[in-house]
């Protein structure tokens, strides 16, 4: 079992940046496929960005392609997902995730483990 804590939300102007962070503790990331996902309110949580267990492979939303980057260091247990050109769409509570499954996993229910979800507000 894994325990996933996300930092680094905020408030942010639209055209800015920022990156967050999910911290796990427990059993080691390396062994998950991770993501990111965001829930706005009123609406469904989306996919966001994806991360194989070595983090040779990515996968992104059409909508935060060439924006966004997610990333992993396996070593400090740590992924991220750097944040930029931000848009006031980008508005939501992020959260991150984390899957058993082998590969890039963009849908929410194959995942097994999430975050408490961090506030992403970017103002326009």
């Known amino acids: 079992q894994v325990q996933l804590v996300e930092s680094g939300g905020g408030l942010v102007q639209a055209g800015g940046s920022l990156s967050l962070s999910c911290a796990a503790s427990g059993r080691t990331v390396s062994s998950y496929a991770m993501g990111w996902f965001r829930q706005a309110p009123g609406k469904e949580r989306e996919f966001v960005a994806a991360i194989n267990r070595s983090g040779s492979r990515t996968s992104y939303a059409d909508s935060v392609k060439g924006r966004f980057t997610i990333s992993r260091d396996n070593a400090k247990n740590t992924v991220y997902l750097q944040m930029s050109s931000l848009k006031p769409e980008d508005t939501a509570v992020y959260y991150c995730?984390?899957?058993?499954?082998?590969?890039?996993?963009?849908?929410?229910?194959?995942?097994?483990?999430w975050g408490q979800g961090t506030q992403v507000t970017v103002s326009s």
């Open positions: 995730a984390a899957s058993l499954a082998l590969g890039l996993i963009t849908t929410t229910t194959r995942y097994d483990y």
